[in-house]
């Protein structure tokens, strides 16, 4: 599965004063996949790391050492880490405490290294009191995948090129093709394993609405881990108050249908840990067309958008 972030991917790789990298996303959009698929295309070996695995934070034991991390590392993965050879990945990152801080000392004592690290917006959420490395790694965001992509995932890729070319008059030859897709892609959406189970289960809607099911319980579960626990009730009800939402007039987010007598200094926390997790976009008005938009924002009316249009449906059951 050729994802867009792979070019992104590539270039970082390339970059010869580059810092390690960081690729965050919502649980489940493919950033594992994204850089194992990087160590094999552009490197020679790659010792990879599960943070999972709680055996796996022995290696995290030489503390800010970034040499004997790597060193760690080398013998935790019984590979041999060479500069400009071997890609290093720590996935799951937001399992283990101290890894952010220690991508500070990867930048500065070990930068002929290729450092990348995987997590999930919403388990770096739950560090967010540790120190963050600021202006010593690149951050770079993951999303599920969009319509070219999926094009591409079911045997649509010259199509899905024609599209990225908006080639219109060559499109308009395939127009009750691509009407075909498009629902298809409205209804499976963008998360990897759904794609997969619909394409490998020969369009098999089912399969793909069970993924998505599964996913919108593992982020119900994980609303439970918020650091305080009178935040959790306030997280469940903003979120799944999202599709009814959507599903309104409303020109505007309103409190007062999350929750009878819900007030926004109660649930905008909440929101924001939700927005902060990558769960949810918060897409402001603007009381003005002109650039910069960011200028015009009218912070009293906004919007909530899940982040893949399948899992919409899902949550939606429709």
């Known amino acids: 599965m050729e994802r867009d972030i792979d070019r992104e991917l590539d270039a970082w790789a390339s970059r010869e004063r580059r810092r390690p990298l960081v690729l965050c996303g919502a649980r489940q959009v493919g950033k594992t996949y994204s ?11 790659c010792a990879y790391v599960n943070l999972m ?18 060193a760690n590392i080398g013998v935790y993965t019984h590979t041999r880490i060479v500069p400009g050879e071997t890609l290093v990945i720590l996935d799951e990152i937001q399992e283990a405490t101290g890894v952010l801080p220690l991508m500070k000392a990867f930048a500065e004592d070990a930068p002929e290294y290729h ?3 995987a997590g999930s917006y919403l388990g770096i959420a739950y560090h967010a009191e540790e120190s963050f490395p600021v202006g010593k790694v690149q951050l770079m965001d993951m999303h599920p995948l969009t319509f070219p992509e999926f094009l591409n995932a079911v045997g649509e890729s010259e199509l899905g090129g024609i599209l990225r070319s908006l080639d219109f008059v060559r499109l308009a030859s395939f127009e009750d093709r691509l009407r075909r897709l498009l629902r298809e892609y409205l209804l499976v959406g963008g998360m990897p394993q759904a794609v997969v189970e619909f394409g490998e ?18 982020y119900d579960r ?8 009178r935040e959790v009730e306030r997280i469940r009800l903003a979120f ?22 819900a007030r926004a200094r109660e649930y905008d926390p909440a929101i924001q840990w939700i927005v902060d997790s990558g769960l949810a ?19 009293s009316a906004f919007k909530l958008y899940l982040p893949d249009v399948g899992l919409l449906g899902a949550a939606m059951e429709v």
Not at 35 to 45: E, M, Q, T
């Open 115 to 117: 450092i990348a690290t």
């Open 240 to 261: 799944d108050s999202i599709p009814a939402h959507l599903g309104r007039e409303n020109h505007k987010f309103v409190f007062g249908h999350v929750a009878k007598g």
């Open 35 to 45: 850089l194992l698929r990087l160590g094999g295309r552009r490197f020679s070996s």
């Open 201 to 218: 289960g020969m369009d098999d809607f089912q399969a793909a609405r069970e993924v998505q099911e599964s996913l919108l319980a593992q």
């Open 222 to 229: 994980d609303f439970s881990k918020h650091p305080a626990p």
């Open 53 to 70: 695995d709680r055996e796996a934070h022995a290696i995290l034991e030489g503390g800010y050492d970034a040499l004997r991390t790597l």
């Open 281 to 299: 976009s918060r897409v402001y008005r603007v009381d003005k067309l002109a650039k910069p938009l960011k200028f015009y924002r009218d912070l």
